[in-house]
């Protein structure tokens, strides 16, 4: 099989963690009958240097042609001042709403070896195993209209939040469909005491929830959902919620597993690639992490993980990514560290030796 990957490193650690990644690819394919075709492409800050913008257009169409896209990470000091017209975020909201990839997938589930790299005692960590399927192009961060305008007689700004029912309904389905395979409970996620487009968040989520007899459905308010990721993580299977607050809860859930370096993410559409799979992009939930970029210390277990998600959803090599999940999990467990999860006394890797032991196992 020949399976056409695009790169998109970024800003950075982004560069390093890809390479870690694709390193771990490489290594699958020599292992089964896989042609990788890898071709890298600018997005976020280095786009915005060398094209003005964070998403030029040849990125963009690189990414409709490939069966799957591969990310690290946007952004950094560089291009962080708030009233610039141009930011490095914006390419990867543009890549999001380009590829209409409307469901994103973040698997939370500490490994035992690293519950102590945890701010949480570890009995609050037992049995832990979620994922959050966060709706992705809709919500706050596309609404309209966004604005900056003088309104009775000071500078006021402006910023949307809004739903329709049919972009409710397909990432609930998918949050649905996933529960199903796991352990059949759905917890949505919303603020439907205060908002309007959370009490239609919910209704509509209820009816959806009707094709599924099955699946045991609850309801509870943002701020509550936000306490009990601390105080009972166990008790989620599966986590649905809007965009805002998707993206804050998934950073919250991400100290569960000790870093945010663990963590892997998939953003996914209803658009198939020619293999007849999820076109979909898969990248770590950590940041640019501007402050050790170039040391070579980053942890790429987010990206490699990101790239076992990528052979499950959009290659279906379903065994081929639990073979990249197991070596992970050996490492750990055999006490392999980087900086961001090592304890005090324990030895740390860079990230080109955490990588060569990741493929020793695989």
């Not at 690290?72 to 914006?90: H, I, L, M, N, Y």
């Not at 352990?183 to 509509?204: G, P």
Request: net charge negative; with cysteine.
């Amino acid at each position: 099989m020949d399976a056409y990957i695009a790169l998109l490193p970024g800003d950075g650690i982004g560069p390093e963690v890809v390479e870690a990644a694709c390193a771990v690819l490489d290594a699958v394919a020599q292992g089964c009958e896989l042609v990788l075709h890898c071709e890298t492409y600018p997005i976020g800050g280095q786009a915005i240097d060398a094209y003005g913008t964070a998403l030029p257009d040849t990125t963009l169409h690189a990414c409709l042609a490939a069966d799957a896209v591969l990310l690290g990470a946007v952004g950094g000091p560089k291009w962080d001042d708030p009233t610039a017209s141009v930011r490095p975020e914006q390419g990867l909201l543009g890549l999001r709403k380009g590829l209409d990839l409307f469901a994103n997938l973040r698997p939370v589930q500490p490994h035992p070896a690293l519950l102590g790299s945890s701010p949480l005692r570890p009995e609050r960590l037992q049995g832990v195993d979620l994922v959050v399927v966060r709706e992705l192009t809709g919500g706050i961060y596309f609404g309209q209209p966004r604005l900056r305008r003088t309104f009775e007689g000071q500078e006021q700004a402006v910023d949307t939040m809004s739903y329709t029912v049919n972009e409710i309904e397909r990432v609930a389905r998918v949050a649905f469909e996933l529960a199903r395979q796991r352990r059949k409970k759905l917890t949505s996620v919303d603020k439907a005491n205060v908002l309007e487009c959370s009490r239609l968040w919910r209704q509509t989520v209820t009816r959806i929830s009707q094709e599924y007899p099955d699946i045991q459905l609850e309801h509870i308010l943002v701020d509550a959902a936000s306490m009990f990721l601390i105080t009972r993580p166990a008790s989620f299977d599966v986590i649905l919620t809007e965009n805002m607050f998707g993206d804050i809860l998934t950073d919250e859930a991400s100290v569960l597993s000790g870093s945010m370096g663990n963590m892997p993410s998939a953003s996914l559409g209803s658009a198939y690639n020619r293999l007849g799979k999820a076109r979909g992009l898969y990248e770590p939930i950590h940041g640019s992490a501007p402050d050790i970029a170039g040391q070579g210390i980053a942890n790429p277990i987010g990206t490699i993980l990101s790239a076992a998600m990528l052979l499950r959803h959009s290659l279906g090599l379903e065994m081929q990514a639990q073979q990249i999940e197991g070596a992970v999990s050996k490492a750990l467990a055999n006490g392999y560290r980087t900086g961001d999860i090592a304890q005090p006394g324990e030895h740390r890797l860079d990230t080109r030796q955490i990588t060569g032991v990741i493929l020793d196992y695989l």
